[in-house]
């Protein structure tokens, strides 16, 4: 076979870091960069002018790099591996594991190649990985670099031309590359460590560590437990506010209480109600809003805009009974972005289940309803915009859950991944507090639903 190697020229730096104990029993985290190449090998003195591709990350040893930086130089595809030590794993466009290789002093000293991953034998490989990946986790500026779970779809009918020097002729290469949003199918045939060596091991973007969730097919099928970072107060924020809006009392001008609202959800469940607390903060005064109610069952209801608003409070119908939408959503950054800076949380009211959208940031939940306008025709994030692209990512990745679970996952992803400044949370009558919903990875970086109950 010949064969081309193309370095890739990341807009961000990725980075490995090997996680080493010492001999009084401390940590020492050593960080490393790492590099990407598109690999290109073709069956020589043939007619069949098919390729093979592959994405190529290579992960060095601290030692190692501490003497060479120029690793795409000094680590070639159809050459030389020099004093090289490290691991290479080479995946697919999709990001599917291809091999994976350890070496020491230019020399292979272990190679594992996978013909083809199934759910079978998924969980075999991801051992097999994690082996030669022992003590390494993977950080990431961005989400562009290409590793599983985290590449970014490409743009349709992208192409990139390069030229290359063949291996075996003076005749230099000139390789068209198509890349599709989705491109299907597994290249065959073992990259020998011989000839080729690089890896895109899962690039998360931020905090490694491993997850106990359940898959299918190598996805989730439900949450696993996780209360690190904010979680825990996000939760009584929510909680907080839900309480005193059960218990607020009707004020002297005969505003609606919370029970009021629940009869009137209860009354005509077939159409949407909402109305909103506020608080003159003058009087200090905190009453309801007048309740809103659609016209039909298909129609949206009416959110009172005003600059007391506290909380927002709204029932989906019983013919969309789904959690919050990510018009819910936007709504919040754009009553923010309108100056009403009190808001702090929405309350969606689907059947016995009650969710939350809690404010975090206010700013970045300005900066994402403007980033992201809603399709109106569906209340969904329109397809050309981040948060459409995460949403279509999230639905795929979460496709092993129930309806509602992979719903909700799909929405914490979103969320997370482009910093909204907005959490999930949500409670159900088997629940006695809210749940914040988010997302985690693991060393390979690959995405998995969380809840902080």
């Known amino acids: 076979m010949d064969g081309a190697d193309v370095p890739i020229d990341p807009h961000f730096i990725f980075t490995a870091v090997f996680h080493r104990k010492t001999e009084t029993g401390d940590t020492l985290r050593q960080m490393v960069d790492i590099t990407q190449k598109l690999v290109v090998k073709k069956w020589r003195d043939t007619a069949d ?4 591709c592959y994405i190529a990350s290579i992960v060095p ?6 003497r060479h930086k120029d690793v795409a130089r000094e680590f070639r595809y159809a050459g030389s591996k020099g004093e090289f ?5 080479y995946q697919t466009l999709e990001g599917v594991p291809v091999a994976v290789t350890d070496y020491r002093r230019g020399q292979a000293v272990r190679h594992d190649y996978f013909p083809q991953v199934t759910p079978e034998n998924a969980d075999s490989v991801m051992t097999v990985m ?4 022992e003590g390494v986790s993977f950080q990431a500026g961005t989400p562009r670099m290409f590793g599983l779970g985290t590449e970014q779809d490409p743009l349709e009918s992208e192409e990139v031309t390069v030229t290359a020097q063949r291996t075996h002729t003076n005749n230099p290469w000139r390789i068209t590359i198509t890349l599709t949003p989705r491109p299907t199918g597994l290249p065959t045939g073992n990259p020998n460590p011989s000839d080729i060596t690089y890896i895109t091991p899962n690039v998360p973007s931020g905090g490694g560590g491993y997850s106990n969730t359940s898959t299918q097919r190598g996805k989730p099928t439900n949450f696993d437990n996780d209360c690190s970072g904010d979680k825990s107060t996000v939760k009584a924020a929510a909680s907080n506010m839900f309480s005193i809006m059960q218990q607020l009392p009707s004020s002297m ?6 029970d009021d609202f629940m009869n009137k959800v209860r009354g005509n469940s077939s159409v949407e109600h909402s109305m909103v607390m506020k608080t003159d903060f003058q009087s200090n005064l905190t009453y309801f809003g007048n309740i809103n109610s659609a016209n039909g069952p298909d129609d949206f209801v009416g959110v009172e805009n005003n600059r007391w608003t506290t909380a927002i409070v709204h029932s989906h119908p019983d013919n969309h009974l789904t959690p919050p939408s990510p018009l819910d959503v936007w709504d919040l950054g754009d009553q ?3 100056g009403n800076e009190g808001v702090q949380a929405n309350y969606v009211i689907v059947g ?4 939350c959208l809690q404010v975090t940031d206010p700013d970045k939940a300005k900066a994402f309803s403007a980033a992201n306008p809603i399709d109106q025709r569906t209340s969904m994030f329109a397809d050309n915009t981040p948060a459409g692209g995460l949403w279509e990512k999230g639905i795929e990745r979460m496709s092993s859950m129930t309806s509602k679970d992979q719903y909700c996952a799909t929405m914490a992803y979103v ?5 909204a400044g907005i959490m999930l949370l949500r409670i159900n009558p088997n629940t006695k507090t809210f749940e914040a919903l988010g997302v985690t990875t693991n060393s390979k970086g690959q995405f998995y639903p969380t809840r902080c109950r």
């Open 336 to 338: 923010l972005a309108k």
């Open 85 to 89: 030590s490290g691991f290479v794993v």
């Open 352 to 355: 016995t289940d009650v969710y």
């Open 415 to 419: 969320l997370s991944q482009a910093d």
């Open 61 to 66: 040893t601290p030692e190692y790099y501490a």
């Open 253 to 258: 001008y005969g505003s609606p209480t919370f």
């Open 49 to 52: 002018y098919r390729a093979f």
């Open 130 to 133: 994690d082996e030669v990946m």
